[in-house]
């Protein structure tokens, strides 16, 4: 069984980076056949993929055009496990923030989330 | 403001069918199999149906999904009270290289 296990700071000021990690168990960072992915859910804007990391004979990552300037996601092979870092952030920034494993060919999901980190942009 | 557009609410009796839509575009669901997530406040979103109508282990037969076009449904037949949450719809989009979800359907049991 995957699990996912988030953790990272709940409140964050304007104009800093966010940060915030997803342990993985049951899977490796590593597997050539998932992905890792960061979401987040606003009343503002619903759900809004970020990003993945992913391995395939080197590490690939994709980000969403939205955040592309601000965003690293970024995998730990010694942990087994993936951060994202979301910089000058905003009050519109303001989000629960999941991450996600991204599986299959063809027939892509998102089967197994984190719990979800409610981050909050606030002086 | 989401790319893939669900009606924001549903309602039904015990034991009623109820029936959500998801509509997209070509870059998206013409192209690529749909997911159906049920959400409840404050929990991880939970996998319901992937590739338009399969089942993960443990989710009952009584949802169901089906695909046409640029749309997709889900069903939820022989409605309980437990089936009171968000759902929402899924893909990836080939043209925004990314996925892309829907609003959300609030479905409540009367």
């Known amino acids: 069984q995957v699990q996912l296990q988030q953790s990272g700071p709940g409140l964050v000021k304007p104009s800093q980076t966010l940060s915030l990690t997803c342990a993985i168990s049951g899977d490796s960072v590593s597997s050539n056949s998932a992905a890792w992915t960061w979401i987040r859910q606003s009343p503002s804007r619903g759900l809004e993929w970020l990003g993945r990391?992913?391995?395939?004979?080197?590490?690939?990552?994709d980000y969403a055009v939205s955040v592309k300037s601000r965003i690293t996601i970024n995998p730990d092979t010694s942990k087994n496990q993936f951060s994202l870092q979301l910089s000058s952030v905003t009050p519109e920034d303001t989000a629960v923030y999941y991450c996600a494993r991204e599986k299959g060919f063809g027939v892509l999901r998102l089967d197994y989330w984190g719990q979800g980190t409610l981050v909050t942009v606030s002086s | 403001q989401s790319v893939l557009t669900q009606s924001p609410s549903a309602s039904g009796t015990p034991g009623q069918r109820v029936t959500i839509s998801c509509s997209g575009s070509?870059?998206?669901?013409?192209?690529?199999?749909v997911n159906w997530y049920l959400h409840l406040p404050g929990t991880a979103p939970k996998l319901l149906i992937y590739g338009n109508y399969q089942r993960p282990s443990g989710v009952p037969d009584r949802f169901s999904g089906s695909k046409s076009g640029t749309s997709a449904s889900l069903a939820i037949s022989g409605l309980q009270s437990e089936d009171e949450a968000d759902y929402y719809c899924?893909?990836?989009?080939?043209?925004?290289?990314?996925?892309?979800f829907g609003g959300g359907t609030d479905v409540t049991v009367l």
């Open positions: 990391t992913y391995w395939k004979s080197r590490w690939y990552n």
């Open positions: 070509s870059s998206n669901i013409g192209t690529n199999t």
């Open positions: 899924a893909t990836w989009d080939d043209s925004l290289n990314g996925w892309v």
